[in-house]
C-alpha cells in the first residue's frame, strides 16, 4: 500500500514528505527504507522508558539502511496543570535519553528538537481537524510545536529538485 502510495501520487517539488510509520523496527520500517532511500529518520518517543527503547532501537535501524536520523522529538511530555505545575503522566526523560543514545551509536548529533506536552488544548484542537500551531499557538503544545517546525525548516535540506527512486505505474481499471 505504501509502494502505491508513493508511486501513485503526484508530489511534485517537495521540501518534506512526513510518513508516520507503526513504532519498532519492522519489515514496513524497512520497506520504506529501501523505498525511499534517500529519506532522513524522525524518531518520535514518550517520555517512557520502555518507549525510549522501542524508539532508539528503531533509530539505529538507520545503520542499516545507511538513513540519517534527523532528531528526535518527545510526544507526550510533562503536563501544566491549571495551578501552574507540572504532572509527569507518561514519566520523563525519554526523548533525551534516545536523543543520547542515538548520538552515541551512531556517532553524531542526534538533537532532542522538542518535547510536546500532554496537553487537552491539542487534544481539542486534533478533533476539530484544525492544527493546534494554528489555532492555538500560545497553548503549551503549541509553543513546543512551533519550536520544533522551526528547528526542522532551519535544517539544510529538502526534496526540491531531486526525483524520487520511483516509477509512475498506470493500471487499468
Given at each position: 500500500a505504501?509502494?502505491?502510495f508513493v508511486t501513485d501520487v503526484y508530489?511534485?517539488?517537495l521540501d518534506v514528505l512526513l510518513i508516520d510509520l507503526p513504532p519498532g523496527t519492522g519489515?514496513?520500517?524497512i520497506s520504506t527504507a529501501q523505498l525511499l532511500p534517500n529519506a532522513e529518520l524522525l524518531v518520535i518517543?514518550?517520555?517512557e522508558h520502555t518507549a525510549a527503547q522501542v524508539a532508539a532501537r528503531a533509530g539505529q535501524l538507520s545503520t542499516?539502511?545507511?538513513q540519517p536520523v534527523s532528531g528526535v522529538i518527545e510526544n507526550m511530555g510533562p503536563m501544566q496543570l491549571p495551578d501552574g505545575t507540572f504532572i509527569e503522566?507518561?514519566?520523563s526523560g525519554g526523548g533525551q535519553a534516545v536523543s543520547d543514545r542515538l548520538s552515541h551509536v551512531l556517532d553524531q548529533d542526534v538533537p532532542l528538537l522538542g518535547s510536546i506536552p500532554l496537553d487537552p488544548v491539542l487534544r481539542a484542537d486534533s478533533e476539530t481537524g484544525t492544527p493546534t500551531i494554528v489555532i492555538s499557538p500560545e497553548s503549551g503544545a503549541g509553543q513546543?510545536?512551533?519550536d520544533i517546525v522551526a528547528r526542522l525548516a532551519s535544517t539544510?535540506?529538502?526534496l526540491s529538485g531531486r526525483k524520487l527512486p520511483v516509477t509512475a505505474r498506470h493500471t487499468k481499471f
Open positions: 505504501l509502494e502505491q508530489w511534485g517539488d519489515d514496513i520500517a518517543t514518550t517520555p542499516q539502511t545507511e503522566v507518561f514519566g513546543a510545536l512551533g539544510p535540506r529538502g
